[in-house]
């Protein structure tokens, strides 16, 4: 039985730092993508980072330099560390996975294996 779980949301200024986890059971890690999706109130939904089975990481150019998402085999947690927040950052946020390939491309909602419940991220002054 696989299950995600987003934990770490919550308010924040601008210029501030949160870390989202996810608890991940379920898995082996040989072949899926972990991935971050937001979205904002009012908007779809769109992919924030992903990492692929290999350990390589890519970001939305609007989140690169700033957001990090790593992988804690042994605490089976997927994370995204997120650091000088704007408020264009405002979003719930939803940890996801898509199971079937060691690489991470084609990312869109509609190809993803296993969401989680998400957690509300809020930047403002």
């Known amino acids: 039985q696989v299950q995600l779980v987003e934990s770490g949301g919550g308010s924040v200024q601008p210029g501030g730092s949160l870390r989202l986890a996810c608890a991940v059971s379920?898995?082996?890690?040989?072949?899926?993508?972990m991935m971050w999706f937001r979205q904002p109130p009012g908007k779809e939904r769109g992919v924030v980072a992903a990492?692929?089975?290999?350990?390589?990481?890519e970001y939305a150019d609007v989140v690169k330099g700033r957001f990090t998402i790593s992988l804690d085999k042994a605490k089976n947690s997927l994370y995204l560390q997120m650091n000088s927040l704007k408020l264009e950052d405002t979003a719930m946020y939803y940890c996801?996975?898509?199971?079937?390939?060691?690489?991470?491309?084609?990312?869109?909602?509609?190809?993803?294996?296993?969401w989680g419940q998400g957690t509300q991220v809020t930047v403002s002054s």
């Open positions: 996801a996975a898509r199971r079937g390939s060691s690489y991470c491309y084609d990312l869109d909602p509609a190809d993803v294996s296993d």
């Open positions: 990492l692929d089975s290999f350990g390589d990481s």
């Open positions: 379920g898995y082996g890690y040989d072949r899926v993508c």
